[in-house]
C-alpha cells in the first residue's frame, strides 16, 4: 500500500512542480530570444522540460488509476514505513498468526 501512496503523493508533486516551472519558462524562452548566449542552455531546458511534461503525464494516468482504486492522496507530510519499521512489522504479524495457529495445550 505504501507503494500507492507514494504515487499519489509523487503525482501531486510533480504536477505543482511542473505548474511553476511552466511559469519560469516563458520569461527564459523571451530573454534567449534577446542573447545568442542564452539560446542554447534554454534549448537544453526546455527539452528536459518537455521530457518532463511526459513523464509526469505517465504518473497521471497511474494518479488516476490508484484514484479509481480508492487510494487516498497522503497528506504532504506523511512518510512511507522504512524497510526495517515494514519488517519488523510483518515479523510481528507473522508471530501473532503463529500464536493464533497452534492449538490449546489440554489442561
Do not use: C, Y
Not at 516551472?21 to 539560446?39: D, I, Q, T
Not at 534554454?42 to 479509481?68: H, N, P, S
Not at 487510494?71 to 519488517?87: K, L, N
Amino acid at each position: 500500500m505504501d507503494w500507492a501512496l507514494l504515487t499519489r503523493r509523487l503525482a501531486a508533486t510533480a504536477r505543482e512542480s511542473m505548474g511553476s516551472l511552466a511559469s519560469f519558462l516563458g520569461p527564459m524562452e523571451e530573454n534567449a530570444k534577446l542573447s545568442r548566449v542564452l539560446r542554447e542552455p534554454t534549448r537544453r531546458i526546455v527539452t528536459a522540460f518537455q521530457r518532463q511534461t511526459k513523464a509526469t503525464a505517465v504518473m497521471d494516468e497511474w494518479d488516476r488509476r490508484l484514484q479509481a482504486l480508492g487510494v487516498p492522496v497522503p497528506p504532504e507530510d506523511w512518510e512511507p514505513e522504512s524497510e526495517d519499521e515494514a519488517a519488523d512489522g510483518a515479523g510481528r504479524v507473522q508471530q501473532d498468526m503463529g500464536a493464533e495457529e497452534k492449538p490449546d495445550a489440554p489442561s
